[in-house]
């Protein structure tokens, strides 16, 4: 079982930066995948990004249309820990973010599904003013 926890989330205005970070414990390796989802008011949960092993200690990053050139993934396998920086921040980035983990190699297709993952966070709350 894997345990996720969100910390990182605020109150920022549009254009600034936000670093969420996602720590993980229990039974987690570096070839997990992990991927950021986001949650707004209303909505439906959306993928944001996933970063995959790629083999030879290699990864793979993958972004929703809506965030690239805008948020990056990454992971620090020594800490446990997956970062979600953040920035340029727009009105609609507003939602609840949740860190999620799966042990499936993703090899072949990019993991952009709720059911592609099987550990979630509890989600840590973004809200970016205009």
């Known amino acids: 079982q894997v345990q996720l926890v969100e910390s990182g989330g605020g109150l920022v205005q549009a254009g600034g930066s936000l670093r969420l970070s996602c720590a993980t414990s229990?039974?987690?390796?570096?070839?997990?995948?992990m991927g950021w989802f986001r949650q707004a008011p209303g909505q439906e949960r959306e993928f944001v990004t996933a970063?995959?092993?790629?083999?030879?200690?290699?990864?793979?990053?993958y972004y929703a249309d809506s965030v690239k050139g805008r948020f990056t993934i990454s992971r620090d396998n020594a800490k446990n820990t997956v970062y979600l920086q953040m920035n340029s921040l727009k009105p609609e980035d507003t939602a609840v973010y949740y860190c999620?983990?799966?042990?499936?190699?993703?090899?072949?297709?990019?993991?952009?599904?709720?059911?592609?993952?099987?550990?979630w966070g509890q989600g840590t709350q973004v809200t970016v003013s205009s």
């Open positions: 999620a983990a799966s042990d499936i190699r993703y090899y072949y297709r990019i993991p952009r599904q709720i059911t592609d993952f099987g550990s």
């Open positions: 229990g039974r987690t390796a570096s070839t997990y995948t």
């Open positions: 970063i995959t092993w790629s083999g030879d200690s290699a990864y793979s990053t």
